[in-house]
């Protein structure tokens, strides 16, 4: 369901104004209004739905297919050296919009940003690790 006051929603609806790089029938692109590079595009399901967790599965690959060719488009246009690819679900995650969007961010070598994935330590309890993959195994196969 749609939430009324969805500024995503509002903008896929064209009824909110958007530097719009891609229209498609399933997902639409459009520039982050609060870039964090130049060319910082946001990838975006017309269909509202408020984390990757709700997405329906069957949007996977439209989404996808999409950020591929958007990372794409904005490395050349930007003549970008890498592109991060960045997804925040909840606000625990850093989410702030609550429709489900892509972050496409062209980068540069020195571009001082730091959106790489931290490392940490390296995981030595063999036991919790298998308990881990064990649990989320099984929650996988109960979905
Ligand atoms: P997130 O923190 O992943 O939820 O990111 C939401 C992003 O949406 C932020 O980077 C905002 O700058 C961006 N944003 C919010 N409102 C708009 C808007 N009306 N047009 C374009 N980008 C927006
Ligand atoms: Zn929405």
Redesign the pocket.
Known sequence: MEPLDC?FCA?ARGD?P?YRVLDGDDVIA?L???PVAPGHT?VVPRRHAATLLEMPEAMAGPLFAAVARVARAVARAQGADGVNVLQ?NGPAA????GHL?V?VVPRRHGDGLRLHIPSGPEATDRTAMAAQAERIAAALAAL
Do not use: M, R, W
């Open positions: 500024v903008i909110l958007s459009f982050d209004i609060h946001l925040a850093g989410q702030t919009v969007h972050h």
